[in-house]
């Protein structure tokens, strides 16, 4: 059965190479067969390869496909690795991604592209599943681009909307800013170990460095630049917000569970590495918690439902690279699938909300939905509850562990843990804003729920996960990391600091709940106070780094574009022209047919001549 | 004798699709075809055969066929034909973008089409004589001939500034020609003196001792004259011009064959005859490359005509080829031998595709055109691919290319190799400028007269964007494909320079 991993990337694949080859002129039930069944499969055979692999105790499995390339000492395979981690990773892509299928198959049925969708959707499962199952860096480079390219195709997926095009290019761009750090660090890491292949150069690694090598930190802090371009950490996070102009289930299925966890992913992944540089854990660290409390304030200014569930995507990935960073690297995991639990629910009810509205993204013009969209409102609510840690939904389990490990971590400390915490109080602020806005209060417009099983079905499995799959993980059944990473003792804080990590939400809920949901206070008035405006429009702005970037790096570019549009270069070769014309005209001149030139200038030669001759 | 019979048998079929001409129109076109199903019948033994040791090449290895007439016994100028790993797969690129450039000129050459046809194949046979021929005289020979009919092909054929693009494109490479034979003449008068034997043969100039500034500027003819054909900033502006005005079929064969004779000459001269040269001028020539990429790739971004974005991108992505000459390590040759063949079929792709464009829209301004994606679904899915094979895409032929490339110029000089792999960062940036421009984006007014079926890719298209699309995918997936022929070749070739 292991032998048929390559089944897992194999299935999504096919599916794109049958809708590529057909061009979308299959009927529709049956591009839904091929798109959603190809990741049904796919998630079927991680399923029976996940039980062999788990009930035989295995440490890892390895496939080779193909050489890949070859070059003097260089050959990377085509080759899978399975492993704990990446085990864990494709229970998240194929089982989250299965669900999201299903969804997008009613979501998306009445686009005239319905087919291209999916084959966008089927090249990107095989893209990320690639990425994780890669047993060398080269491969999980392929899985990383592909991925990308994925995102790109599908934030730009109603193409006829120039801006959507520019939310897709900003986003492929910003990360391929990321991604070159990556390349580089890869031809470093080559450079020293001589090998890409992931576990011989993590073993080779720390035998030719010590902790605190320069070497090792630089190759770390380059694969970090890859990790924040993908998962859109400080400072490469501006293209996450405008990625969400793609189709809901892809922001539930790209840009929450799956592609920007890779960065998660590569560190985890890479951890050995990491290891070695405590410089960089702790660089590691601050990423994360610098960006968890910068998209949780702004995150608290936005008005589209679906850009503040995408600064909470940010945040909540924060809170992973925090757990990288303070080497918690199976919480980091953990709370990587019970985000994709939460999250994806929390899309895909959006979703749904916003097709009920007719396409109205808006929060302030919703209002009132508890009433008119009961289920949808629950489901919400489940996520909200998971998004903000509520004990005991699955999202507590996983926030708490990686919380008490960074009170306690040698890279972490009471500081980076306060961060952290406060950001919790943040994002209990916003989920409440959100819920209470969308659903309380006064109701206006009408709606026209879409209803059946693909809207349903896969929203309450996720509703399902989000509520109980961390307690079930947290006791029941333990993720299969513990060969993957350095096993170390579970972190014991003073029980003071984690009864405030616990109530800090509570309180974050209270005091929205006041402003929005009682309305004892005004939001709007408190917004609108002198000293909080432009704070205001500050965090609106995503902390003007947009436009900080703007002026930095794409006006002086496209100015630089502009000015020389022509080719300085050229100048040469026309100045050469130019000056063959000139000599051409003065040459010619002597030449106009007027024997009164040709003798006078015959005649003044000749004095000339003879008055050399004679006077010197 | 087999690469004999391949160059003649595309001479011959050169002047028969001339005369066919007046037997009938069409004739003409599938006289061509049938040359070229015959070279590639003939190329077919020759990617077989395995790696034999010559008398005439002493001491090489890695040699698939060689042959060695006497010529000009007094001079020491022999008929030298000696085909590697490395000449099969580029005369086969060039056989194979032979019939990409036919299946584009298909419908395209109206005019005069025995004497284009006659041009085209002499062009090829030009082409395939400078990657088989190895006595520099024959070399040089091959270099003019292969010139002479591609200015023909623009200057009859080409769009509204045919005349200034042709000659520019003329005189840009007459000028570094006349630099290549003094340089070459000069390389044999020099071994002439130390060795008191006068030959033209690569293979014994491999010997001559070119230290010193006489070394340097020899090596430097040579360069210059390469950087031209490759082409590289500064001496690269003939190419936006030659490419725009040219005809599809030979925008096709410029970017794809005719660029890499540049880059073969860089691969197969520079190095192996002045090593202690190139050693000292690596500095500059790792400047040249980085600049071209950079540069280009700005030029591409800033462009509104279609032909001469992809022209910019072809002189951005050559830089890689000078990156890897210079760092001379087994990736960085593997590389650049890969990233050669690669760009050959990528941006011939994106030529037919801008071709294909302007056949119907009439321009190939990208101001005008946008949204065609809902016209022509099939068309803008292939443009898609060769734009995201040209940013250089893993799973793409390209990829395997620019990385081993990068990969290997970073162990020799990382500086360089980190600076050309911004280059990774702008790719992206015109790459998809031009996608948006042209088939995202809001319905232009331009084409809103086409009707879809009108616009649509044809069959023949099809079929020839297919065979590219077919050869990337394959060369994403299975370099070794191909690696497997040049790797020996290579690994002799490496022998001579000074790399580790």
Request: glycine share 8%; net charge neutral; with cysteine.
């Amino acid at each position: 059965m292991l032998n048929l991993l390559w089944l897992v990337p194999f299935f999504p694949f096919l599916g794109f190479v049958l809708l590529v080859s057909t061009s979308g002129k299959m009927p529709k039930p049956w591009t839904t067969m091929i798109g959603a069944g190809s990741i049904g499969l796919a998630a079927l055979t991680t399923a029976l390869i996940a039980y062999e692999f788990l009930s035989q105790d295995m440490t890892s499995f390895q496939l080779h496909l193909w050489t890949w390339m070859e070059a003097g000492n260089f050959a990377p395979g085509f080759s899978l690795y399975l492993d704990g981690l990446a085990l864990s990773m494709l229970f998240v892509i194929t089982g989250v991604g299965f669900l999201i299928h299903i969804y997008a198959s009613g979501y998306m049925y009445d686009d005239e592209d319905f087919p291209r969708f999916f084959t966008y959707t089927n090249l990107f499962v095989a893209a990320m599943v690639m990425l994780v199952l890669a047993d060398n860096l080269v491969l999980l480079f392929l899985g990383w681009e592909g991925v990308g390219l994925c995102s790109f195709l599908l934030i730009g997926f109603w193409y006829k909307d120039p801006a959507n095009g520019l939310a897709a290019r900003k986003a492929f761009v910003v990360t391929r800013v990321g991604d070159t750090a990556f390349a580089i660090g890869l031809f470093l890491l080559y450079k020293h170990v001589g090998t890409l292949d992931i576990q011989e150069a993590m073993i080779k690694a720390k035998l030719l460095w010590t902790e605190d090598n320069a070497t090792a930190s630089l190759i770390c802090a380059l694969l970090l630049g890859g990790a924040v371009g993908k998962s859109a950490q400080l400072p490469l996070q501006t293209w996450l917000p405008d990625a969400m102009a793609g189709p809901t289930p892809v922001s539930a299925l790209i840009h929450a569970a799956t592609m920007v966890t890779a960065g998660v992913y590569l560190i985890a992944r890479n951890h050995e590495l990491f290891l070695l540089s405590p410089d960089m854990m702790y660089a590691v660290a601050v990423v994360g918690v610098l960006t968890l409390l910068m998209s949780g304030f702004t995150a608290l200014t936005q008005s589209d439902l679906k850009r503040v569930l995408a600064y909470s995507t940010i945040s909540q990935i924060g809170y992973m690279f925090l757990a990288l960073g303070v080497g918690a690297w199976s919480s980091a995991i953990f709370h990587l699938m019970t985000h994709a639990f939460f999250k994806a629910l929390l899309f895909l009810t959006a979703g749904t909300i916003i097709l009920s509205l007719h396409h109205e993204q808006n929060i302030f013009k919703m209002g009132g939905l508890v009433k008119r969209l009961p289920l949808p409102c629950i489901l919400f609510f489940i996520g909200c509850l998971g998004l903000i840690a509520v004990p005991p939904t699955s999202g507590f389990w996983s926030k708490e562990q990686i919380l008490n490990a960074t009170w306690e971590s040698s890279t972490g400390g009471p500081l980076i843990w306060l961060g952290a915490v406060l950001g919790a109080f943040m994002t209990a602020l916003y989920t409440t804003r959100m819920f209470c806005i969308v659903f309380l209060g006064p109701s206006n417009g009408d709606v026209h729920e879409p209803k059946g099983f693909k809207f349903v079905a896969p929203l309450v499995v996720l509703a399902f996960l989000a509520l109980v799959g961390g307690v079930f993980v947290e006791t029941a059944w333990q993720l299969p990391l513990s060969n993957v990473f350095p096993g170390g003792h579970a972190p014991h804080p003073p029980t003071v600091i984690v009864v405030i990590a616990i109530a800090t939400p509570f309180l974050g809920i209270a005091i929205s709940y006041l402003f929005y949901g009682k309305r004892v206070f005004s939001a709007e008035k408190f917004a609108n106070s002198a000293l909080m405006k432009p704070l205001k429009t500050f965090f609106d702005s995503g902390w003007a780094m947009d436009w900080f970037y703007d002026l930095l790096l794409v006006k002086p570019y496209q100015w630089l574009a502009k000015i020389n549009k022509k080719d300085c270069v050229n100048l040469l070769p026309d100045a050469s022209s130019a000056a063959a014309k000139i000599l051409h005209a003065a040459l010619s001149m002597t030449q106009n047919g007027q024997l009164r030139l040709y003798v006078g200038v015959m005649g003044t030669a000749a004095l000339f001549v003879i008055f050399v001759v004679v006077f010197l | 004798m087999l690469v004999l019979w391949l160059i003649v048998v595309l001479f011959v079929g050169g002047v028969l699709a001339g005369l066919a001409e007046r037997v009938h129109a069409a004739a003409s076109r599938w006289v061509t075809l049938a040359t070229l199903v015959v070279s590639a019948i003939l190329l077919w033994p020759l990617a077989c055969a395995q790696p034999q040791a010559f008398e005439s090449v002493a001491g090489q290895s890695g040699w698939l066929a060689v042959l060695q007439w006497e010529w000009i016994p007094r001079f020491g100028i022999t008929f030298l034909l000696a085909v590697d790993g490395i000449s099969v797969l580029l005369i086969a690129l060039t056989i194979f973008l032979g019939f990409i450039a036919l299946l584009s000129a298909w419908e395209e050459i109206q005019t005069r089409v025995g004497f284009f046809y006659f041009n085209f194949l002499w062009t090829l046979a030009g082409v395939v004589g400078i990657f088989a021929a190895l006595d520099l005289f024959l070399f040089f020979i091959f270099w003019e001939i292969m010139l002479i009919p591609m200015f023909f092909i623009i200057v009859i054929w080409g769009h509204e500034d045919r005349y200034y693009a042709a000659l520019k494109f003329f005189i840009y490479t007459q000028a570094s020609s006349l630099l290549l034979l003094l340089s070459m003449i000069a390389l044999v008068f020099l071994n002439w003196q130390q060795s008191g034997e006068i030959s033209f043969s690569w293979f014994d100039l491999l010997g001559t001792k070119t230290e010193g500034v006489f070394g340097l500027l020899l090596m430097l003819g040579f360069f210059v004259a390469f950087l031209v054909k490759l082409p590289g900033v500064p001496v690269h502006n003939w190419l936006p011009d030659a490419h725009t005005q040219a005809p599809t079929p030979g925008s096709v064969i410029l970017a794809g064959i005719l660029l890499k004779t540049g880059a073969y000459g860089l691969l197969r001269f520079i190095v192996p005859l002045f090593p202690e040269a190139a050693l000292a001028f690596t500095p500059y020539a790792l400047i040249i490359a980085v600049v071209s990429v950079l540069y280009a790739a700005k030029m591409a971004f800033a462009q509104n005509d279609m032909k001469r974005l992809i022209a910019y991108s072809s002189i951005s992505h050559m830089g890689f080829v000078t990156l890897g000459v210079f760092s001379w390590n087994a990736l960085a040759l593997q590389g650049t031998l890969l990233q050669m063949i690669a760009h050959g079929l990528s941006s011939a792709g994106l030529f037919a595709m801008a071709g294909a464009i302007q056949h119907r829209l009439h321009t190939r301004a990208l101001s005008e055109m946008g949204g065609m994606w809902s016209q022509a679904p099939r068309m803008a899915a292939i443009a898609m691919f060769f734009a995201i094979a040209a940013l250089g895409l893993p799973g793409l032929g390209n990829f395997v290319g620019e990385f081993l490339v990068l990969l290997g110029s970073f162990q020799m000089h990382p500086i360089a190799a980190i600076l050309a792999a911004l280059g990774m960062i702008l790719a992206p940036v015109y790459a998809l400028y031009l996608l948006q421009k042209s088939f995202l984006g809001e319905q232009s007014d331009t084409f809103s007269a086409h009707s879809a079926s009108l616009f649509e890719f044809k069959a023949r298209e099809v079929l020839m964007m297919g065979l590219l699309i077919f050869g990337l995918i394959l060369m994403g997936f299975f370099p070794r494909l191909l690696t497997e022929y040049s790797d020996v070749a290579l690994n002799s070739l490496q022998a001579l320079g000074w790399g580790p």
